[in-house]
């Protein structure tokens, strides 16, 4: 499968590189019922994050895309 056809995730490496709490991250997650443990491990689809329209998770979302597409 090429890059292109697999889905941008956004890791906990996207949460430091924008200087944002795991805290607040794992807060985040719960709040909309997203498994914390299965965001550290694997990392959780940037359109998913995009699509709940908070501004964080669309910074995330767009940083995860940005180096997805390199």
């Known amino acids: 499968m090429t890059a ?3 889905p941008a995730m956004v ?3 996207h949460v ?11 807060r ?3 709040r909309y019922g997203l ?3 299965d965001f550290v491990r694997q990392g959780l689809p940037a ?7 908070d501004p964080q998770a669309i910074a995330l ?3 995860a895309e940005d180096e997805h597409g390199r």
């Open 4 to 6: 292109a056809a697999r």
């Open 11 to 13: 890791r906990m490496e």
């Open 16 to 26: 430091r590189a924008l200087h944002m709490c795991s805290r607040g991250a794992r």
């Open 28 to 30: 985040w997650l719960r």
């Open 35 to 37: 498994d914390w443990s």
């Open 47 to 53: 359109a998913l994050l995009r699509a709940s329209g």
């Open 61 to 63: 979302a767009d940083l």
